[in-house]
């Protein structure tokens, strides 16, 4: 149990389009769901955290208008990336936590290429 | 200086080679975790400890909270085990379960 999905898995986009990721947590209701953002051999970077019916709670330096948020339900939370630009090119990674436990179960990610 | 350290960067065993990944960490924790990820990007989480010492299958992971350090190890290495392992810490009194990531170790274990 404790699966997570995302989609897609990877998405190749024009400069200035808009790019929206999914995560699902498909066998468990998921009280909060994280946003990581992974550059080429770098460590995760957090960029928000959200809790199903409110407004995510966003990282510093991370801007909440590029970058929107959306946790509609306790099994769905989206990532859309308004006007990409190429340096938006990554690898996106959400997790998701049930409410009686610390662990998070991890998405397979999304890689995002913006040209 | 970061607050999750991890080391070696870097790692090459043979197959079959008993391998040791250390993390020390400097900031109180309510839990850590050690994570793997495949080449293809996937995050796999091994363990979650906040005490003691875990094992499961051929991965052992220990944690010394007194000395900040937690090492996590192979045993019997297999060149399925390549992959980056990474140690992520939660800060005590945080809430959200919001972690803080090692830069991770690459092991690369040859046949």
């Known amino acids: 149990g404790a699966v997570v999905s995302q989609h897609p898995s990877r998405v190749i986009c024009k400069s200035g389009t808009s790019v929206k990721i999914e995560c699902r947590s498909l066998d468990f209701q998921a009280t909060t769901m994280f946003w990581y953002r992974q550059f080429p051999k770098q460590s995760l970077m957090l960029m928000a955290t959200?809790?199903?019916?409110?407004?995510?709670?966003?990282e510093q330096g991370v801007e909440k208008d590029k970058f929107l948020i959306n946790h509609a339900s306790l099994t769905l939370s989206t990532l859309t990336v308004t006007s990409a630009h190429p340096e938006d090119s990554s690898f996106y990674i959400c997790?998701?936590?049930?409410?009686?436990?610390?662990?998070?179960?991890f998405g397979p990610g999304t890689r995002l290429l913006v040209l | 200086k970061n607050e999750v350290e991890q080391s070696p960067q870097n790692l090459t065993a043979q197959e079959g080679e008993f391998i040791t990944i250390n993390c020390s960490y400097s900031?109180?924790?309510?839990?850590l975790h050690w994570l793997q990820q495949h080449p293809g990007g996937g995050i796999v989480s091994l363990f979650m400890l906040s005490s003691g010492k875990k094992k499961h299958g051929r991965l052992i992971a220990t944690i010394n909270i007194q000395e900040k350090h937690s090492s996590l190890h192979i045993t019997a290495s297999h060149p399925r085990d390549s992959a980056v392992y990474i140690c992520?810490?939660?800060?005590?009194?945080?809430?959200?379960?919001?972690?803080?990531f090692g830069k991770g170790t690459l092991l690369t274990v040859n046949p």
């Open positions: 900031v109180g924790i309510s839990a």
């Open positions: 959200s809790n199903e019916g409110s407004k995510a709670t966003y």
């Open positions: 992520a810490v939660r800060r005590s009194g945080g809430s959200n379960y919001k972690l803080t």
């Open positions: 997790s998701a936590a049930r409410g009686f436990e610390e662990t998070q179960y």
